[in-house]
């Protein structure tokens, strides 16, 4: 803020002097105080720095060998409240069919809210980009990534998931880039993109934070292995052949103890080849596994979400939908957890004949147990024959104490 002074008498120069303001109402003077008179204004710089959301009040007194000017200053402290939603910054686009040209996609709704009773500027920053797509779009675009919220409004953002190649897991951080804001705000956007329409990929939390080196969730060794991307190949016609990134063998081993927690895998079906443009019908898809009978076994079972315990599991998988029009959100697949338990023999009493044995607890071996599984239906691409499944094979190791 600038004030403007001016000796309206015309009078010769004289000083200026400016009282001290008090600390706790925020306000500064920047301009060195100087001589003041003719016919020449003198600017004065005053800068107000609020640190708590209220109203500041204070008097500027001027002083000069033959006048005094007081000058009220007021100032509110406003705090940037820049919601989204959804509130934990998740947005998961679901599995798209690769495509020739990217031309495959999924969309999804942001909706950044402003709370405050002053207009925001956001800008959406990628802090952590996703695989690098070197000749076309990024895979994850969101419109518009920059503007003005006006006072008590909302924008709505669409993020669009157009993967360029075959991976498990893409994943993008994006900043919610408010000035002054006191506590950052971030999404987190995931994706998939299989040749085949059904998959089954390890568990992953889709959340909490991640950097360019490392995830700070449950899976992170998983959901690193997936977003590392694979190479790809020219082919005799001199189009690019990709490798295939469905993965055929798990390998889901259980921590030690006495009642270890479940593991579990995540199966799915891509929204449907063509999405969403032109959207083709395949056949439904769905999934079955079955523990194999070995020495072991009868220590496993298998669980599909929100179904029964037993030696085997099957059902349908429902792809996503992807709509034409925007901004109508699409409605990404919902994944199916198929859970393996372990239950363990209970512990034997170490005490024989009066003498304690419990130093020798612990000992035993580890065991291994074999799951066939099949993933079947849905859309297949044209180098494998119609209806083709996908065979997997998952192996369960834990540890049997046998002391």
Partial sequence: MCLQLLDLAGSELQDLQIDTLPSSQCFTVLSAPRAIGGDQPLELTVEFH?????????ELQLRTPRAKVLVPLL???????LQIEPHDGIVHLGSVIHSKDSRDYTTAQVLVR???????SYNLETVVPADSNHSGVPPFTLAPSKGTVDPRGEQLVIVTFRPHRPMA????????????????????????????????????????????????????????????????????????????????????????????????????ASVQKGSPLAPQVAPA?????EIIQSEFSSYFSIEPEGGKTDIKAEGPLVPGTAM??????????????????????????LTVGGVDLSL????????????????????????????????????????????
């Fill in 360 to 403: 020798l607890g612990g000992i035993g071996q580890w065991i291994t147990c074999k799951v066939q599984g099949s993933l079947r239906g849905g859309y297949v691409p044209p180098s494998e024959p119609p209806g083709a499944n996908q065979d997997i094979v998952v192996t369960l190791r834990a540890y049997l104490q046998q002391i």
């Fill in 324 to 349: 034409k029009q925007q901004p109508v959100e699409a409605k990404p697949e919902k994944q199916v957890k198929i859970f393996f338990r372990y239950t363990p023999p209970k512990e034997a009493n």
């Fill in 169 to 268: 897991l893409f994943r993008e951080k994006v900043l919610v880039n408010v000035p002054n804001q006191g506590k950052p705000a971030y999404l987190y956007l995931y994706g998939h993109c299989f040749q085949y329409q059904a998959y089954a990929i390890p568990s992953i939390v889709f959340g909490g934070d991640f950097d360019v080196a490392t995830e700070v969730a449950p899976s992170s060794a998983f959901a690193d292995s997936l977003a590392v991307g694979c190479g790809s190949n020219a082919g005799t016609d001199g189009e690019i052949v990709h490798q295939k990134v469905q993965l055929s063998e798990f390998l889901l081993q259980f921590q030690q103890g006495t009642e270890p927690p479940p593991l579990h895998l995540l199966v799915g």
């Fill in 75 to 81: 100032g509110k402290g406003v705090s940037p409240v």
């Fill in 50 to 58: 609020p640190q708590q959301v209220q109203i500041y009040r204070t």
């Fill in 114 to 120: 402003n709370d405050s009773d002053v207009e925001l």
């Fill in 285 to 289: 898809a769905s999934y079955r596994f």
